[in-house]
């Protein structure tokens, strides 16, 4: 048993370890926890970093036994367990993240004496896809053991203050100019539930002694097609029409995103959102019954938080930013191309009576051409995107002030050789921007 065990210390010491802290819906968790008065510990993973003093180490891949949990719940009180993951990748699983590492952590709370634990988990049916079935197999064994344990199922969540993934890609669908874009025609029934109303319930539920699986959603079933409209009304965007994608369209796109392992929505995601994600009749009644708070309707939650300009350009630059990237890969690989074809000859004679001439222009040409495709790559890819723009800014950046001096006639060029790059360089800039994504 730890030295400071739970029971041992006055409700003012109450501490809690929220697991995924660093994931879009912690934030709102852990701000519900410090307004009830909760010191709360940071589960991350390891970063190769010193863990700061509201940190503690929680990487579900690796610690997947109990004992590899116990200095994390050094002092604990409620563990919060709001990790997940969308798509496998590498060591990231469905069994490692989902069952296997919160298990472990489940075991270790028995066993060191942590008295709550509260687990986020996921509205929708098992046979929809891993992440489902791998959520709710955790939620029956977290149920099983000799804990007091409480499961939140929310629907489709939402925060007027921000979004990510599938609700970010919903708010753009909705802001787009014109008319707004509807997967299939948007009938599908819906009970969306405010970020800041599942943290203010995952809150009361770690000083609680509730016991089970909740639902939650809001109070009223709402379409697809409302839910956007309402979020083109919150965002002060002109005009209700819209066009409807068919579904056959969205699967193949869907598809093609979940082979590439890219994008804000996998098939569990699409085949959810088609079977409808609504809770059972009687849950928000349920909820308010036993935690004394409900979710609130979406036009009450949008009406209590006011749009600003910075929402319109999330929304409206959600599909810019990706385009934006392609075209910065596609210029650099076509300089690529143009430094590797151009003739030798050709560069010699751009290069002649000039202090260029001095410093292999042709060597220098196929070095730049070699690096202008590595970062194009590199960018393709999404490895270390931030990287990748930064380099790229300070490369045209070198070239710009080299030429610029050697050759002062390369910003006379009719076709705007030199000149482009004053555009080019704000463009990489606000690519370096939108490439952070939480």
Same mark, same amino acid.
């Given at each position: ?84 993951? @969308? =798509? /496998?990748?590498?060591? $990231? ?5 989902? +069952? !296997? *590492?919160?298990? &472990? ?18 509205l929708g049916q098992a046979e ?95 379409? @697809? =097609? /409302?839910?956007?409209? $309402? ?5 002060? +965007? !002109? *005009?209700?029409? &819209? ?70 350009w999330q929304a409206q630059l ?88 050697l050759l002062p006639m390369q ?28």
């Amino acid at each position: 048993m730890d030295d400071t065990a739970p029971a041992q210390r006055t409700d003012a010491a109450r501490t809690a370890l929220v697991i995924g802290a660093n994931g879009f819906l912690a934030g709102y968790l852990i701000a519900a926890l410090h307004r009830h008065g909760w010191r709360v510990l940071r589960g991350v993973r390891d970063s190769g970093r010193a863990l700061r003093e509201d940190e503690r180490a929680a990487d579900l891949a690796r610690m997947t036994t109990p004992d590899a949990w116990r200095d994390s719940l050094r002092g604990v009180d409620a563990v919060v367990n709001v990790a997940g993951i @969308l =798509r /496998e990748t590498g060591m $990231q699983t469905f069994q490692t993240i989902h +069952i !296997d *590492g919160p298990l &472990a952590l489940a075991q270790a709370c028995v066993d060191h004496g942590v008295p709550r634990f509260v687990q986020i988990s996921a509205l929708g049916q098992a046979e929809d896809g891993g992440f489902l079935a791998s959520k709710h197999r955790f939620d029956e064994a977290l149920l099983a053991l000799p804990l007091s344990a409480v499961v939140l199922r929310p629907s489709i969540v939402y925060a007027a203050s921000g979004s990510y993934g599938g609700t970010s890609l919903l708010r753009a669908l909705a802001a787009f100019p014109g008319w707004q874009l509807l997967p299939g025609d948007g009938h599908w029934p819906l009970q969306p539930v405010a970020a800041e109303d599942l943290g203010e319930i995952a809150a009361r539920a770690a000083a609680g002694t509730q016991r089970g699986i909740y639902e939650i959603g809001g109070p009223r079933t709402m379409t @697809l =097609r /409302e839910y956007q409209t $309402q979020w083109r009304r919150w965002l002060r +965007i !002109d *005009g209700t029409r &819209a066009i409807d994608f068919p579904q056959s369209l969205v699967s193949l796109q869907v598809a093609i995103s979940e082979r590439l392992g890219r994008g804000p929505v996998g098939e569990t995601m699409w085949r959810m959102l088609r079977r409808g994600n609504i809770t059972a009749a009687d849950a928000p009644a349920r909820v308010r019954a036993d935690f004394g708070h409900a979710a609130r309707d979406l036009p009450q939650v949008l009406a209590a938080t006011p749009s600003q300009v910075q929402d319109r350009w999330q929304a409206q630059l959600y599909f810019l930013a990706p385009t934006l990237r392609l075209a910065i890969v596609a210029l650099w690989l076509l300089s690529a191309v143009a430094g590797w074809l151009t003739p030798a000859a050709t560069i010699e004679a751009m290069t002649a009576g000039s202090p260029m001439q001095a410093l292999q222009p042709v060597a220098l040409a196929r070095a730049t051409a070699t690096l202008d495709a590595v970062l194009a790559a590199g960018l393709l890819i999404g490895w270390r995107p931030r990287w990748m723009l930064g380099l790229m800014g300070i490369s045209v950046l070198a070239y710009t002030v080299v030429f610029g001096i050697l050759l002062p006639m390369q910003w006379l060029d009719p076709l705007g050789g030199l000149a482009k790059n004053l555009v080019v360089l704000p463009a990489l800039a606000v690519a370096w921007v939108l490439a952070d994504r939480r």
